[in-house]
Nanobody, 121 residues
């Protein structure tokens, strides 16, 4: 069994910052790509940023220059530092982890439960 626990969401004023965390636990052999997605009301879920096992990162346009994704492999945790937040960043943020377990050699995708980020004055 693999479990993802997210934390760090909340209410912040425009221009403020938040740091999201997503910790994976369970029978984990290896974690490959970790990512953050978000879904605003009425919209489809969209990718925000990704990070590979070697630390290579990729950002979509809304996140470039403002968000930073990082990971701590020893803790099986991925972070998303969000600065200069805007009202349009309001959404539920989800982490996604692609990993191998000790059960077999297949790669599985797991999602966090989501954490609400609200940017409003």
């Amino acid at each position: 069994q693999v479990r993802l626990v997210e934390s760090g969401g909340g209410l912040v004023q425009p221009g403020g910052s938040l740091r999201l965390s997503c910790a994976a636990s369970g029978s984990i052999r290896y974690i490959n790509v970790m990512a953050w997605y978000r879904q605003a009301p009425g919209n489809q879920r969209e990718v925000v940023a990704t990070i590979t096992s070697t630390g290579s990162t990729n950002y979509t346009d809304p996140a470039k220059g403002r968000f930073t994704i990082s990971r701590d492999n020893a803790k099986n945790t991925v972070y998303l530092q969000m600065n200069s937040l805007k009202p349009e960043d309001t959404a539920v943020y989800y982490c996604k982890v692609q990993l191998l377990t000790w059960k077999d050699w297949n790669e599985y995708t797991h999602w966090g439960q989501g954490t609400q980020v609200t940017v409003s004055s």
